[in-house]
Structure formats: structure tokens, C-alpha cells
């Protein structure tokens, strides 16, 4: 199966696959976080890509299959440009349009705890991989491998040498993963914010 996959920078007609995908992400990273159907949550993650120029485009790969079906994403912050806005203006009134009033709160008050908490400062000169997500109808495959490879090979190619992620300290398997392609923790949030916020933990890992 893997060889008939192709990695592909995405483009602007790849959005409605992106936040579907991107939907299970957060389903499974923070649950409840975003309430409401699956469609209006996309509806809303679709605003955050396309915000500011499709900024949610930008150094964002897909790999597909053989019939241009896009099975997973990762995203790359690079140095010296804007990062990547999680929540651009008018996210908020995009959600009480589509989400409505309470599941908007709740996605606030995600926000809210969720910036309490401060990642380390990352290594000068490393790109910072995010939104990474496999369909989750076909994980377990080896296809997070196969991105994985195709992003640090991208990364490599730009002349980086060193690609940093964070991932919630509870999420194990997430954790498993990226230690097995070779990811070490280098810096993990203080535990005296645990009980307001999601401990997070930063991971690095040198592609020269």
C-alpha cells in the first residue's frame, strides 16, 4: 500500500479534507474542547486555516493515496515567520455563529487554560512540526511513519538540521511514537500549573 503514497504541498481546495482531519486531532488531544456536530466543528477549523491568507497552509503537507484521497497532515512553523495562529480575529464570533453560544464558552475557556501555560523557547534554527494527524480509519497502518518521514526529508532539504514538536504529557501514545523515530523530551511545563492547565512536554530531534 505505502508505495503508492505521495506527499504534496496542500493547497486551498485540500481545506475541507485538512479540517476533517484536523477534528479528530483535537477529539482525541482534548476532548470536548470543541463542541458541537463534526461538520460545524470543521466549519470552524476551515476559518482558522483560512485566516490571514491561509495561513493554516502555509509549509502544511499532505500525504495521499494513489486516488488523490488525502489520508494524513502535518504543518511546519519555520524560523523567522509568523507562527501559525491557532485562534486568528474573529475566531470567536466565527464560533458563536456556527458552534453557538455555550460550546463557544467552553472553547474559550479551553483556550484559556491552554495558554497558561508557556513552551520553552525552541532551539534557534529548528522548525517546529504541528497539527499532525493520520485518518483515524486507517491508523495503525504505518502511515504516521511514512509522513514522518517525508516531513523531517522536507525539512532536511530546507537546510534545518533539528525539528522540535510538543505533545500533551498525558497522551502516551503520542508520546511512544515520536521516541520510537527518535524524538527525546528536552523540557516539560512546570508541574505546579498540572491542576489549571494540560502538561505539556517538548520534544526535539536532529535530522542532519
Given at each position: 500500500?505505502?508505495h503508492?503514497?505521495?506527499?504534496?504541498?496542500a493547497?486551498?481546495?485540500d481545506?475541507?479534507?485538512?479540517?476533517?482531519?484536523?477534528?479528530?486531532?483535537?477529539a482525541a488531544?482534548?476532548p470536548?474542547?470543541?463542541?458541537?456536530?463534526?461538520?460545524?466543528?470543521?466549519?470552524?477549523?476551515r476559518?482558522?486555516?483560512?485566516?490571514?491568507?491561509?495561513?493554516?497552509?502555509?509549509?502544511?503537507?499532505?500525504?495521499?493515496d494513489?486516488?488523490?484521497?488525502?489520508l494524513?497532515?502535518?504543518?511546519?512553523?519555520m524560523?523567522?515567520?509568523?507562527?501559525?495562529?491557532?485562534?486568528?480575529?474573529?475566531?470567536?464570533?466565527?464560533a458563536?455563529?456556527?458552534?453557538?453560544?455555550?460550546?463557544t464558552?467552553?472553547?474559550?475557556?479551553?483556550?484559556?487554560?491552554?495558554?497558561?501555560?508557556?513552551p520553552?523557547?525552541?532551539?534557534?534554527?529548528?522548525?517546529?512540526?504541528?497539527?499532525?494527524?493520520?485518518?483515524?480509519?486507517?491508523?495503525?497502518q504505518?502511515?504516521?511513519?511514512?509522513?514522518?518521514?517525508?516531513?523531517?526529508?522536507k525539512v532536511?532539504?530546507?537546510?534545518?538540521?533539528?525539528?522540535v514538536?510538543q505533545?500533551?504529557?498525558?497522551?502516551?501514545?503520542?508520546?511512544r511514537?515520536?521516541?520510537e523515530?527518535g524524538?527525546?523530551?528536552?523540557?516539560?511545563?512546570?508541574?505546579?500549573?498540572?491542576?489549571?492547565?494540560?502538561?505539556?512536554?517538548?520534544?526535539?530531534?536532529e535530522?542532519a
Amino acid at each position: 500500500m505505502h508505495h503508492d503514497l505521495h506527499i504534496r504541498a496542500a493547497r486551498p481546495e485540500d481545506l475541507v479534507q485538512i479540517s476533517d482531519l484536523l477534528t479528530q486531532l483535537y477529539a482525541a488531544e482534548l476532548p470536548g474542547a470543541l463542541g458541537g456536530t463534526h461538520d460545524k466543528q470543521a466549519e470552524l477549523l476551515r476559518f482558522t486555516l483560512a485566516a490571514k491568507n491561509n495561513q493554516g497552509l502555509r509549509h502544511r503537507y499532505v500525504l495521499c493515496d494513489q486516488n488523490g484521497t488525502i489520508l494524513a497532515t502535518a504543518a511546519l512553523d519555520m524560523p523567522g515567520e509568523p507562527a501559525y495562529e491557532r485562534a486568528p480575529d474573529g475566531t470567536i464570533a466565527t464560533a458563536l455563529k456556527v458552534l453557538g453560544v455555550g460550546h463557544t464558552v467552553r472553547l474559550l475557556l479551553t483556550v484559556a487554560r491552554s495558554m497558561l501555560v508557556h513552551p520553552n523557547e525552541r532551539p534557534a534554527g529548528s522548525a517546529l512540526l504541528h497539527s499532525v494527524v493520520v485518518d483515524e480509519a486507517i491508523r495503525g497502518q504505518g502511515l504516521g511513519r511514512v509522513l514522518m518521514a517525508e516531513i523531517e526529508a522536507k525539512v532536511r532539504a530546507s537546510g534545518m538540521t533539528t525539528i522540535v514538536l510538543q505533545v500533551l504529557v498525558a497522551n502516551q501514545p503520542a508520546h511512544r511514537f515520536y521516541q520510537e523515530l527518535g524524538y527525546q523530551p528536552y523540557w516539560r511545563s512546570p508541574s505546579y500549573l498540572s491542576a489549571l492547565s494540560w502538561p505539556i512536554m517538548m520534544l526535539r530531534k536532529e535530522i542532519a
